[in-house]
């Protein structure tokens, strides 16, 4: 009969209606879940910002506040003719104030300043067992280099050279000019390298 059929068109359309509705249900539930997870993201994203820039606001302030209060100390000592105290703090100084200044390049003349104030800390420190040379073509003195290059060089012939051997030794810093090229050469008088733990190395 025509109401059968007419029920049964009904009843399709109806379970038809039905899985569209529970499909759209299922769709939304995964889109909500996609943006939360997205919100939760962008809100753990914006907590690491803000903990870095904290961080960064923290690195700018300590290192002024000591810089500062070295130059303090330095004075003082100045006023009670502690004549090594004063060169050594200011040499401390001297190297918080190169660090602190954000350059691309700078000139070689004050990289090997730099390197020079690093290496008189650490004459107070080995005291006789240290000895250095920097030498450097006074037309050389102005050429560009990005910053802090050759005191990681030094500071690995101090630890790995000098530290371990009882009498200490020197360090040779020279510069000289090849051509088209500049060649910085750091030598040390250390312990030197096992010879076979050189080629493993290479």
């Known amino acids: 009969p025509e109401e ?34 997205q919100e939760l993201e962008q809100l753990r994203t914006t907590r690491e910002l803000e903990k870095a820039r904290y961080m960064a606001l923290q690195a700018q302030i300590n290192p ?9 100390i330095s004075r003082t000592a100045l006023f009670e003719n502690a004549d090594s ?26 990289e090997l300043q730099f390197v020079r104030e ?13 000895h250095y040379t920097i030498t450097c073509p006074p037309d050389l003195m102005e050429m560009r280099l990005p910053p802090l290059v050759i005191q990681p060089f030094v500071e690995n012939s101090m630890i790995h050279g000098l530290e371990p051997k009882v009498e200490g030794g020197s360090i040779t810093i020279g510069v000289q000019a090849q051509k088209k090229h500049v060649l910085i050469t750091i030598t040390d008088t250390g312990v030197g390298i096992d010879e076979q733990k050189l080629i493993q190395q290479k």
């Open 64 to 72: 002024h506040f000591l810089f500062n209060t070295l130059n303090i």
């Open 85 to 110: 105290t004063v060169d050594l703090l200011d040499s401390l100084a001297s190297i918080f104030r190169y660090t602190l200044e954000e350059h691309e390049d700078v000139s070689l003349g004050e």
């Open 4 to 37: 059968i059929r007419y029920l049964e068109q009904s009843m399709n359309q109806m379970r038809e209606s039905l899985k569209e509705r529970l499909h759209m249900i299922e769709e939304n539930q995964k889109l909500e879940k996609t943006v939360h997870k």
């Open 118 to 130: 690093y290496l008189t800390i650490q004459q107070f420190r080995f005291k006789n067992r240290l």
